[in-house]
């Protein structure tokens, strides 16, 4: 380079699009992996059979993935191959000489597990090797065609130290299994069943192991296995249990039987996901195997429960029958997540589980949907995969499943999944694959319906009913939009299936009679399938004005606007039969008034009080017939993001925290006796127990807390305090420090303090007393979330401390992280500065965070715009983040 130049900026990376997808030009029936572990260097040598792919262009060379590998030896058919006889890059391996038929293709590779930061590929946690090969970290252990179209074989040699590594796993099968010289042992793994390389899977080291067993409903024996570290044994029993009731209910719901010997798990301390679905080896984030009454809240055993199904029924939806590409990567996660789902609403409350699956929604999903990293369920374009394992094609590709399933209904839905996974199983499937199983099913043609997954953006769906008392009927009119998103200013209307009901004046549902329909058994709830961006509904017969309840059991994720008002939210909080459709009542009408508010505080006009909606959470609370846990989801106001995102433009994040804190105090202020009363009432000396109806009570309970201490006085912060000081269980105990983080008194300290000491020397505690600080609303959190980022326990290298500092300060803390000078965006951006050369997957979804920065005031969106602006130009980023960082400011 010349004196006075600069280099060259490097090229922006280049997305891959679905529209370029072609069949991979060679096939791999089975790959033999001999692999020597040591620390800093394991050798891996591959043996591969490989034949050419007859759906492909015939005379393409073999082209294989690779990357941050040193190569030691190529041999095709025997034949040791020189340096010129292959092209070698950074990203790839290619053959070009390879004639038509079968070969042997053999490779020798050395990696190094210890300074492998990123988490991707065989690295070790706390002395123990693991893999993560989803999406493309095999291509970081051999070089392998590594994309999920190709499916092989595997069989799998491990060797290592039998001190170090007593325990040596891999997919499928252990066949054999031996001691050698030098104090090293082996195991030779086999899985008979044809997978992608994402599914590999290989753990070895010092572990501890808890084996049960599962019988299947044909009589087959499955040893089942969790290892975990030693002396974490006592933390797994409700994983195992867990585990066994997710493999029956696979069965009974959907036919669905387990098919190896073996089914394993491993629990790790580093994990950049909550689990992977590896074929009979699952690997998890050890937070969501690790509970005990003491350590864990009654959300971590939920998450427990519901992680360990959904991992489990991967097997089929997932494994069995893969996704062809990463682009149907909801093909087999949104599917999933719906199947957990139903499970978790079989083993607890499903009315419960529909509406905390509503709120994860509202929370992470419709903000994507209506920012500037808005895509659809299945993606047409990216630059780095790991990015699209997001709430758009998880959470919103479930609510796809469950439309299509009130469409085509519950008995062609079954039918459906049995031709889905008879058809494909051992195949790479895609989305139309699962669609022509249901219409096939049904007799329905679902091809508008496929717009779900092709079209990003929450439809908005707009309301209006108008009765006529002369010949008693009710018009209902709904009208359909979808705002445009990045990269589509079009939208064609969706076909959305509608749930809905009419009630009467004495709060009972109204029959409902369609006008143009011979039924008459006047069902009080139906489904309406909405496919025009105008339609008229006429119900006949109805004998008084009705109350219109729409969207029930949450039917379809839309934002719903109807010519409805207080006075109607206020009797269907009372009288809607639909739980669902009751919640949304109670959300619609706080929301409404937490607008008002917000706009009164920044007008500086006296804000209202809410009485009568503290009124209706009265009822709520003296209603011993609601199910606890229904109620306490009742009392829960509207979050501030979800507030912002309402108010949609020119956000104010202070006024807004005001206005919540306003209606906080108000409704305490109201209901302060009977929720003390409400509070007394449901302590319990019981045994702890994490089912369904225990949890409830204590949440109701701790709702009642929560809501008390919007007084923000001296008798809240004693009766959090006093509830820590006795709590016998981790609900209680992280309930009262959630109540306490918020407030600028002694006894907030004395607990932190208090709770330290006893999380030392455990990181999932320890975990939990980082995020507990990040997510007050103390003026001093950033400076305080500044000082626990060089506190001796938090380490960069660890995803779950990065998360629960980092990812809760600028996920769940608004008013601090969208502070008005951008401190909190540069604090966020900063920390992805450092991250992105140790964990580029973990900095990219931190960044994600940011998300939602359009729809502030102007200062914030300048301050945003700046801080991802300053990002980028401080110097190369990762593909991860570039993507990220490139698309939030485009």
Not at 159 to 180: I, K, R, Y
Not at 319 to 331: A, H, I, Y
Request: charged share 25%; aromatic share 8%.
């Amino acid at each position: 380079m010349s004196e006075g130049t600069s280099p060259a900026t490097p090229p922006a990376p280049q997305p891959i699009r679905l529209e370029d997808y072609t069949p991979p030009a060679w096939l791999v029936e089975s790959v033999h992996l001999d692999v020597a572990l040591a620390p800093s260097r394991t050798r891996v040598r591959a043996t591969m059979r490989v034949l050419p792919n007859p759906d492909a262009a015939a005379g393409t060379p073999l082209t294989l993935d690779g990357e941050r590998m040193t190569l030691l030896l190529v041999s095709v058919d025997g034949a040791k191959l020189d340096a010129g006889a292959y092209d070698l890059t950074d990203s790839s391996l290619v053959l070009p000489h390879l004639t038509e038929g079968t070969h042997e293709i053999v490779i020798e590779t050395e990696c190094d597990p210890q300074a492998n930061t990123s988490l991707t590929g065989l690295y070790q946690s706390n002395g123990v090797y693991c893999t993560q090969c989803e999406a493309e970290g095999f291509r970081r252990i051999t070089y392998f065609p590594d994309r999920p179209d190709v499916l092989a074989v595997y069989t799998v040699r491990l060797e290592g130290d039998a001190a170090a590594c007593p325990v040596l796993l891999a997919n499928g099968n252990c066949v054999e299994s031996g001691t050698l010289e030098g104090g090293r042992h082996f195991a030779v793994w086999h899985d008979p069943h044809p997978k992608p390389s994402y599914l590999f899977a290989m753990v070895a080291g010092d572990l501890a192991h808890v084996s049960d067993s599962f019988t299947t409903r044909s009589g087959r024996e499955v040893a089942l296995g969790i290892y975990v570290e030693h002396g974490k044994e006592d933390r797994t029993a409700y994983a195992m249990d867990a585990l066994k009731r997710s493999m029956k209910w696979d069965e009974d719901a959907f036919g669905r039987e387990y098919d190896l010997d073996v089914f394993n798990i491993v629990a790790v301390s580093d994990f950049n996901m909550g689990a992977m679905e590896n074929k009979g080896l699952n690997v998890f984030n050890d937070k969501y195997i690790l509970v005990r009454p003491d350590t864990a809240t009654d959300v971590d055993f939920a998450n427990v429960e519901a992680i360990i199904a959904h991992e489990y029924f991967h097997n089929w939806s997932g494994n069995r029958v893969t996704c062809r590409d990463w682009f149907q990567l909801c093909l087999k996660e949104g599917l999933t997540v719906f199947r957990d789902q139903e499970f978790t609403s079989d083993m607890r409350s499903r009315p419960v589980k529909r509406i905390a699956d509503v709120k994860t929604l509202r929370a992470h999903q419709f903000p994507e949907d209506a920012g500037p990293l808005a895509h659809p369920v299945r993606p047409t374009s990216y630059i780095e995969i790991n990015n699209f394992y997001t709430a758009t094609v998880y959470e919103k590709g479930a609510e796809v499943v469950r439309m299509l399933k009130a469409i085509v209904g519950e008995d062609a839905f079954c039918a459906g999944m049995d031709i889905y996974f008879s058809r494909n199983d051992g195949r790479a499937a895609t989305v139309e694959d699962f669609l022509d199983a249901m219409a096939e099913a049904s007799g329905r043609d679902l091809s508008q319906f496929k717009r779900w997954y092709d079209q990003a953006g929450t439809p908005d769906l707009v309301v209006s009913g108008r009765y006529s008392p002369l010949d008693e009927t009710y018009e209902l009119t709904v009208a359909q939009s979808t705002a445009p998103t990045p990269g589509q200013s079009q939208k064609a209307p969706l076909h959305i299936p509608l749930t809905m009901g009419l009630i009467g004046t004495d709060g009972e549902d109204l029959g409902l009679y369609l006008a143009g329909e011979t039924s008459e058994d006047g069902a009080t709830e139906r489904t309406l399938e909405l496919t025009q961006h105008e339609q008229v509904f006429t119900f006949e017969k109805v004998p008084s004005p009705p109350v219109l309840s729409l969207l029930r059991g949450f039917s379809a994720p839309v934002k719903l606007t109807t010519n409805g008002g207080e006075k109607d939210w206020l009797f269907r909080m009372a009288h809607d039969s639909d739980p669902c459709a009751r919640w949304e009542a109670g959300q619609t009408y706080a929301r409404e008034l937490l607008v008002a508010v917000t706009r009164a505080i920044a007008a500086g006009e006296k804000p209202r009080r809410g009485t009568r909606y503290a009124d209706a959470l009265r009822n709520v609370l003296t209603d011993d017939s609601l199910e606890p846990a229904f109620a306490a989801m009742m009392l829960d106001l509207p979050g501030e993001a979800e507030l912002a995102q309402h108010i949609g433009q020119d956000v104010d994040a202070d006024a807004v925290h005001a206005a919540r804190s306003h209606l906080h105090k108000a409704v305490a202020d109201q209901l302060g006796d009977l929720l003390l009363d409400r509070y007394a009432q449901l302590q319990s000396n019981a045994a702890y127990s994490p089912d369904a109806d225990q949890a409830g009570r204590r949440a109701l309970k701790n709702a009642c807390l929560r809501v008390y201490a919007g007084l923000g006085n001296e008798n809240a912060a004693r009766l959090a305090a006093t509830q820590f000081a006795s709590a016998n269980n981790m609900t209680d105990t992280e309930a009262a420090l959630a109540t306490l983080t918020h407030m600028a008194r002694d006894e907030r300290q004395a607990a932190f303090d208090s709770f330290y000491e006893r999380a030392s020397g455990d990181p999932l505690l320890l975990d939990k007393w980082f995020s507990l600080q990040a997510m007050s609303s103390r003026e001093d959190t950033l400076a305080r979330a500044m000082e626990l980022a060089k506190h001796k326990d938090f380490s960069l290298t660890r995803p779950n401390t990065v998360r629960a500092l980092v990812g809760v300060f600028a996920g769940a803390n608004p008013v601090r992280f969208h502070a008005a000078d951008g401190s909190g965006y540069r604090f966020l951006t900063a920390f992805v500065r450092e991250l992105d050369p140790i964990n580029p997957q973990v900095a990219a979804r931190l960044l994600g965070t940011l998300k939602t920065w359009r729809v502030y005031d102007a200062p914030r969106r300048d301050a945003a715009r700046q801080a991802v602006s300053d990002l980028l130009s401080a110097g190369k980023l990762s593909e991860d983040t570039y993507e990220i960082a490139t698309r939030m400011i485009a």
